[in-house]
T-cell receptor, first 110, second 110 residues
Framework: NAGVTQTPKFQVLKTGQSMTLQCAQD?????MYWYRQDPGMGLRLIYY???????DKGEVPNGYNVSRLNKREFSLRLESAAPSQTSVYFC?????????FGPGTRLTVT | EDQVTQSPEALRLQEGESSSLNCSYT??????LFWYRQDPGKGPEFLFT???AGEEKEKERLKATLTKKESFLHITAPKPEDSATYLC???????????FGKGTLLTVNP
């Protein structure tokens, strides 16, 4: 039982490049989430998926797209990376008792 | 707009010196108040969920309590291994979308 896994762990992009962050959970949770964490800003919700086949915008969705591929997998895509997207990205999945987070992806955009 | 405010931003304790962390919240339709622990370079680790005013939960040296406007995380006789950032979050709505505070950085000196 791995919980929530994320790939890659680290990534450096140049401005304008694109990439997809992958997330998978093996806890059979319906809801999945993408957050970014920046110093002094806390965790901010980018997108979430309440169930397979649905996605909704969170607090800071601009510059991102998501895909809920199936119940297990939820990916986050940066189409044209910008330095403002330098951050640590966390995926989470939830049941009513709490959200469970992955180990994070540290992304630097130069 | 939902808001969660944590205080203090940082707290330094001596080993064995008990104290409390505060979380004030304004969350529409609060379904649960969540506490997490985050170690450097890692994802948040779920600690507690509190559902209603007056509820208390304990885990080792930690006890979380909830009122209608605040939650407290009491740390009794802390040890250096309790050093971490503690995050509070309010969850509202059927999909448990969370609003996070910015966290309290706890340092426990031996």
């Amino acid at each position: 039982n791995a919980g929530v896994t994320q790939t890659p762990k680290f990534q450096v992009l140049k401005t304008g490049q694109s990439m997809t962050l992958q997330c998978a959970q093996d806890m059979n949770h319906n809801s999945m989430y993408w957050y970014r964490q920046d110093p002094g800003m806390g965790l901010r919700l980018i997108y979430y998926s309440a169930s397979e086949g649905t996605t909704d915008k969170g607090e800071v969705p601009n510059g991102y797209n998501v895909s809920r591929l199936n119940k297990r997998e939820f990916s986050l895509r940066l189409e044209s990376a910008a330095p403002s997207q330098t951050s640590v990205y966390f995926c989470a999945s939830s049941e009513p008792l709490g959200q469970y987070f992955g180990p994070g992806t540290r992304l630097t955009v130069t | 707009e939902d808001q969660v405010t944590q205080s203090p931003e940082a707290l330094r304790l001596q080993e064995g010196e008990s104290s409390s962390l505060n979380c004030s919240y304004t969350v529409s339709g609060l379904r649960g108040l969540f506490w997490y622990r985050q170690d450097p370079g890692k994802g948040p680790e779920f600690l507690f969920t509190l559902y209603s005013a007056g509820e208390e939960k304990e885990k080792e040296r930690l006890k979380a309590t909830l009122t209608k406007k605040e939650s407290f995380l009491h740390i009794t006789a802390p040890k250096p291994e309790d050093s971490a950032t503690y995050l509070c979050a309010g969850g509202g709505g059927s999909n448990y979308k969370l609003t996070f505070g910015k966290g309290t950085l706890l340092t426990v000196n031996p």
